[in-house]
Nanobody, 124 residues
Framework: QVQLVQSGGGLVQAGDSLRLSCAAS????????MGWFRQVPGKEREFVAA????????TYADSVKGRFTISRDNAKGTTYLQMNSLTPEDTAVYHC?????????????????WGQGTQVTVSS
């Protein structure tokens, strides 16, 4: 069992930056692919970004490519989502997720553990 505890988020203005963190309880953190997803009311949870256990491979949704950066610190058991040039369309509840194994994934059903979610609100 892996527990994921998120921090960060909040209310910012368009153009601002924000960083989300996700701390994992598992010492074998590097064995997990980590992902970020987001969800707005009435819509399905959508993929944002993912990173392999070593941090060597990352992938992003087209909507955030060039603005968001996913990273991880395996020594701290934490993954981050740096969000720059935020727009109101980025407003959502953001969830981190962990997937056993080494292959990167973009679908919610491919992830085994989820963080509690954190609200990000971007005002225009």
């Amino acid at each position: 069992q892996v527990q994921l505890v998120q921090s960060g988020g909040g209310l910012v203005q368009a153009g601002d930056s924000l960083r989300l963190s996700c701390a994992a309880s598992r010492r074998t953190f590097s064995n997990y692919v980590m992902g970020w997803f987001r969800q707005v009311p009435g819509k399905e949870r959508e993929f944002v970004a993912a990173i392999t256990g070593s941090g060597g491979i990352t992938t992003y949704a087209d909507s955030v490519k060039g603005r968001f950066t996913i990273s991880r610190d395996n020594a701290k058991g934490t993954t981050y989502l740096q969000m720059n040039s935020l727009t109101p369309e980025d407003t959502a509840v953001y969830h981190c997720a962990a997937r056993r194994g080494s292959s990167i994934a973009r679908q919610t059903y491919e992830y085994d553990y989820w963080g509690q979610g954190t609200q990000v609100t971007v005002s225009s």
